[in-house]
């Protein structure tokens, strides 16, 4: 019922920026809260950032002051701009909506992930 595609991952090399964007479709009544997590290998995966709707804005410590999140709520798109990156940041970056779904008997919130993005930081 919704989709969130990402795009944006890529090789990078460090100190250097990348974006990442995602984008939700589907039968959206309203988007509570978008963000990013990531995974590295061998890692569990781990909140990078977030976003709600009133644009309050919450980070991992790892990446405060590098990393800005920011979303438009018209679009229904979350924008993750990563700079000064480091090879610690090198993982699987994923897209993250809570969301609430207009149905048939009324509306239901739930978690929806989009299918990951490639970022590599290396040299």
């Known amino acids: 019922q919704v989709q969130l595609v990402e795009s944006g991952g890529g090789l990078v090399q460090p100190g250097g920026s990348l974006r990442l964007s995602c984008a939700a479709s589907g039968s959206i009544s309203s988007i509570y809260t978008m963000g990013w997590y990531r995974q590295a290998p061998g890692k569990q995966r781990e909140l990078v950032a977030t976003i709600v709707i009133s644009d309050v804005p919450n980070y991992a410590d790892s990446v405060k002051g590098r990393f800005t999140i920011s979303r438009d709520n018209a679009k229904n798109t979350v924008i993750l701009q990563m700079n000064s990156l480091k090879p610690e940041d090198t993982a699987v970056y994923y897209c993250?909506?809570?969301?609430?779904?207009?149905?048939?008997?009324?509306?239901?919130?739930?978690?929806?992930w989009g299918q990951g993005s490639q970022l590599t930081v290396s040299s």
């Open positions: 993250y909506a809570r969301v609430a779904v207009a149905t048939g008997s009324g509306v239901r919130t739930s978690a929806y």
